[in-house]
């Protein structure tokens, strides 16, 4: 956007020519027969006290002692940085206190901190004394400006709504190295704009407190311009604070602004904060965009209940997907409202803490939302991340969702030590992340090609729990308050700790068990490890896939309400505890180890046939306690028997009369 242009050539032509020459061009050089009750000039304020020239200490500088209103306006107010230090300071002051019920001090352009030296100050103080500026008012052009507006006084700019949409008629902070500030404070008072720039191409502050209020008919920009060959970068901040302060931006329309922008922009190509706290409000006609343009960076910050950043249509969190960077912070109580939709781009963030979005619709276009506080919303659709985690003092972040949320390929929702509620039904074609977390699906979960990972967490749902794919690691036990249906991939992890999940329910087991194992971690036959406990067990898993270990053979064993990871040996030509080949392991089997005991040792090795169960080629305690495991069994049946203990195998060799060492065979 452009400011408007008259400021500078009239600035440069005031330099040029001279202080008497305005004036007489101005109409001004002689004002002895007008005074206006209470308007007061201090130091370098023009237009000067001067006749003819010459400086008149007692004569008032601007005229219409509010009973002439069809004196002509004065052309141009300029408060600090004229270029000529008036009682040898660059610094001015203007107070307007005028009674109410009386005209206004009306002029057609004005400004507060002209020159680069400049110091302008401008008050607007008591109930209804008014500053009317037909035209454009900057605060800061090249120097400082601060303006107040107190006790429920008055300002009006562009009061017409005559101004340009490609210009603005209040300024902030308009140079490269300017400053602009402005406090409108106090029950009644307000500054009325058409279209505002808070930190143009410099710096800008505007502060609206205790109940006061700031009108703009058309669009706000906070953050507005980036000049580089100046080393410009618009920076402007906005507070809106106090139970009664508010700030409407193309709220009402008029015939003039029906058809303009009516937007508030948050760091259009600069930075820019908008900040509400203690039951304020901001209210915006048409759209609010946090980071529009490439570079620029937008924050919006609402704090404490009641107080409402209220969008009727449209808020765009990073416009510029991918290059633009904005932040919205919703924090104890406070609400954030768009009446159409909320988007969340690339490098956009909502941050809650104790705060609601409020909004039909949430697009998450691989932008974050997170922390403690709810999503009101009866449709998200995430393609970013959504997350929460452990918050201080070790307190969960709690984060609501109450409608439908969509979780789409490639998008993530996690939580570390934090909970997350839906209300709705959640489709997750994504993934969910959970770290001693507690999930609350409310209406169930759904979708064909999501994926669920959970440590130590607690997932809880009304209907049955589906999900594509489930992996539970093995830093503590999770469990699934309800039923669970596996029919696509459970992924469990063995070590020297292991995964286990608890299920409320019934557990209904289906597709594939894959097991991965914890570094340095190697299985022996005979363990068994209890991996899904539940309130019943039904089904049986298509496939255990595991790392193949020799010897090994990897199954799941259902033993009451309990499925069982086993490891069995494996039954192959020559090995096995069926010596006599009858396809049960009995007494006979025993018999012929127990003939053939210490065999093989030293070698020719032992046969399969002569006891050998372990192909080791030795008949020994080893084979014995094989027999042992399977005594009864068919050699392919899984078993989850676990290793005796060492003093039980001598036991169980002497009850057979078998010596405690290997007895060399004779010749």
């Known amino acids: ?69 069809a004196l002509p306006s004065i052309p141009l107010i300029i408060v600090g940085g004229t270029g000529d230090n008036v009682g040898g300071t660059a610094a001015g002051q203007l107070t307007i206190d005028i009674p109410a019920d009386t005209f206004p001090l009306i002029s057609e352009n004005a400004i507060i901190g002209g020159n680069t030296f400049g110091l302008g100050l401008a008050r607007v103080v008591g ?86 209020r700031m009108e703009t008919w058309q669009t706000a920009s906070i953050g507005t311009e980036v000049q580089t060959s100046e080393n410009g970068l618009g920076q402007g901040y906005v507070l809106v604070d106090g139970i009664g302060s508010r700030w409407n931006v193309g709220v009402f329309p008029t015939p003039a602004s029906s058809n303009a ?77 768009n009446d159409e939709s909320t988007t969340i781009n690339r490098l956009g963030t909502i941050n809650l803490n104790d705060g609601t979005l409020l909004t039909p619709l949430v697009t998450n ?72 977390a507690i999930f609350r699906f409310r209406s169930g979960v759904a979708g064909t090609g999501g994926e669920m990972f959970v440590g130590n967490s607690t997932i809880e749902s009304p209907l049955p729990l589906a999900v594509a794919s489930l992996t539970v690691d093995d830093s503590g036990s999770s469990t699934v308050i309800g039923d669970l249906t596996l029919s696509g991939n459970l992924n469990m992890e063995i070590g020297f700790t292991f995964s286990k999940l608890f299920v409320t329910g019934d557990a209904n087991l289906g597709g594939a068990l894959n097991i991965s194992l914890g570094s340095g971690f190697i299985p022996y036959v005979g363990q068994r490890w209890e991996i899904i406990a539940a309130g019943d067990v039904t089904g049986a898993f298509a496939s255990v896939n595991a790392p193949p270990i020799a010897g090994v053979n990897w199954g799941v064993q259902t033993i009451g309400n309990s499925a069982f990871l086993t490891t069995n040996f494996i039954s192959t030509p020559g090995t096995g505890a069926d010596f006599n080949g009858d396809g049960i392991v009995n007494g006979d089997d025993l018999a012929i180890w127990q003939s053939n005991f210490g065999v ?41 028997a676990a290793v005796p203990e060492p003093s039980s195998v001598l036991l169980a060799l002497a009850a057979f009369g078998l010596p405690l060492a290997a007895r060399r065979r004779r010749s």
């Open 261 to 337: 922008e009516m937007d508030l922009l948050l760091g259009e190509e600069g930075r820019g904060t908008l900040e509400i706290t203690n039951q304020a409000r901001v209210r915006v006609g048409r759209d609010t965009i946090i980071g529009e343009q490439a570079d620029s960076f937008g924050e919006a910050i609402v704090t404490g209940r009641n107080s409402l950043l209220w969008t009727f249509e449209h808020m765009i969190v990073g416009r510029a997907a991918g290059n633009s960077t904005g932040v919205v912070n919703i924090n104890d109580k406070a609400m954030v409202r």
């Open 127 to 212: 109930l209804n004394s008014q500053w009317t500026i037909n035209q454009s008012l900057t605060i800061g052009e090249q120097g400082q400006g601060f303006l107040e507006i107190i006790a429920g006084g008055r300002l009006f700019t562009d009061p017409d709504q005559q101004v340009s949409t490609a210009d603005f008629d209040l300024i902030l902070g308009d140079i490269a190295g300017s400053q602009g500030f402005a406090v409108v404070d106090g029950f009644g008072s307000i500054l009325v704009n058409t279209r505002v720039s808070v930190g143009y191409e410099g710096f800008g502050d505007v502060q609206i407190l205790n109940s006061a």
């Open 600 to 640: 093989g040792n030293p070698p020719p090795p032992a046969t399969q046939a002569q006891g050998d169960a372990n192909g080791d080629g030795v008949v020994d305690g080893a084979d014995f306690l094989l027999i042992q495991q399977r005594f009864g069994l068919p050699p392919s049946v899984a078993v989850a």
């Open 1 to 69: 956007m452009k400011r408007c242009n008259w400021r500078h050539s009239a600035t440069t032509w005031f330099k040029r020519q001279g202080t008497v020459a305005l004036l007489a061009a101005a109409g001004l050089g002689s004002m002895h027969s007008a005074a206006l009750a209470d308007v007061i000039g201090i130091g370098d304020v023009f237009p000067f006290k001067v006749v003819d020239g010459e400086e008149v200490p007692d004569l008032p500088q601007f005229g219409n002692e509010g009973e002439n209103p």
């Open 365 to 436: 276009n691989d932008g974050i939302i997170r922390g403690a506080g709810t999503v009101d919303a009866p449709v998200v659709i995430n393609n970013g991340d959504i997350r929460n985690a452990a918050a201080v003092a070790n307190l969960r972040e709690k984060l609501l969702f109450t409608g439908a949320v969509t979780n789409n390929v490639g998008s993530v929702i996690e939580s570390q030590g934090g909970e997350m509620e839906f209300q709705g039904l959640v489709t997750n074609n994504g993934q969910i992340f959970g770290r001693d």
